[in-house]
């Protein structure tokens, strides 16, 4: 009761441009924040990643009146000299070319874009998209290691024990996804991956995509790995293969040096962390500072991610909470 309340009195404050009162006013500070895809409408049945064109377009208007919004290479290579945003956007799937940069450019906005090479595998969905495709198309359970997993809330498969079936394949090795993915497709009789009707929901850009996407003044590409790997769990020869492979990759692709990696997951280890800076990887993100080593944090910079489980006043709320409360 006490939180909706508080909600409602946000909502008019914000409606009325009153807001900022409401937060300290910092002068000078950067933030990062974390997009993944841009729908025509946001779908919140499918996943919590995906935001409609329209409310992204008024969040950027909202974000440029009260930030200014650079390059991560600017807020990386220069001192904070007012109130900074940089956005960021995961998993590259061809969305982004589509629906987001177009808005960028008429906001004049730049960003960054970590895509995901999976095609250097063979596949154009990573294993998080055919599961939440599966569920939303069919919701059908899906069997995997002798546990079943119905769908439940929000598109989440979740186990009778309550296993959520997302944790569990976060600790697979890409054989048993790719398993997964083909056991998935013969148990439902849906494969995402010929879902042409709703390509723009699941399918990663392809080299030409990236092409186009990089040609633009307002976009930087970086990468995201090949299979969106958890590298918590992958040997050292795996996480140079998914480091060195998806930059020269996309390196060749969009023509042009790749000098910035997100962590999948928003997971990383401190010897990974150092693997990708061997690898020529000048700016690491990550979501939140997981580990306490201090040579691991100064070469990584949080995010601040933004999802359609929020109303968009809800969402800048967190944007400027997270910019006042800044260390
Ligand atoms: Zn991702």
């Not at 569990?168 to 042409?196: A, H, I």
């Not at 090949?226 to 023509?255: D, P």
């Amino acid at each position: 009761m006490f939180s909706s309340i508080t909600k409602y009195i946000r909502t008019i404050r914000y409606g009325l441009g009153l807001e900022m009162g409401m937060y300290a006013n910092r002068e000078k500070g950067d933030l990062i924040l974390m997009y993944h895809n841009i729908f025509p409408h946001s779908l919140p049945g499918l996943n919590v990643r995906n935001i409609g064109q329209r409310e992204f377009s008024e969040e950027l208007t909202y974000l440029s009146k009260r930030f200014r919004i650079v390059s991560l290479a600017e807020m990386m290579e220069t001192p904070a000299d007012g109130r900074r945003l940089a956005m960021t956007f995961d998993d590259g799937l061809a969305n982004n070319m589509k629906y987001a940069q177009r808005i960028l450019e008429q906001h004049r906005v730049p960003a960054t874009f970590f895509v995901c090479t999976a095609y250097l595998r063979g596949r154009s969905i990573l294993w998080p998209d055919h599961l939440a495709m599966t569920g939303f198309h069919t919701g059908q359970p899906i069997e995997w290691k002798g546990v079943t997993y119905r769908r439940r809330k929000a598109n989440r498969y979740i186990s009778d024990e309550g296993k959520r079936l997302t944790h569990v394949l976060m600790k697979e090795p890409w054989s048993e996804l790719q398993r997964f993915m083909d056991s998935s497709e013969e148990q439902t009789g849906y494969k995402p991956s010929d879902d042409t009707r709703h390509e723009y929901r699941w399918r990663v850009m392809r080299a030409e995509e990236v092409r186009i996407m990089a040609e633009s003044p307002f976009v930087e590409i970086g990468s995201h790995g090949i299979t969106h790997a958890n590298f918590s769990m992958l040997t050292h020869e795996e996480a140079r293969t998914e480091l060195a492979e998806s930059k020269s990759y996309l390196e060749s692709a969009s023509g042009t040096q790749i000098h910035s990696f997100a962590w999948p997951f928003g997971i990383y280890t401190s010897h990974a962390v150092q693997l990708a800076r061997e690898c020529g990887y000048t700016r690491q993100l990550a979501v939140a500072l997981r580990e306490q080593d201090a040579e691991t944090h100064s070469l990584l910079h949080p995010r601040t991610g933004l999802f359609n489980d929020r109303s968009w006043i809800e969402r800048m709320h967190l944007v400027n909470k997270t910019f006042a409360n800044l260390s």
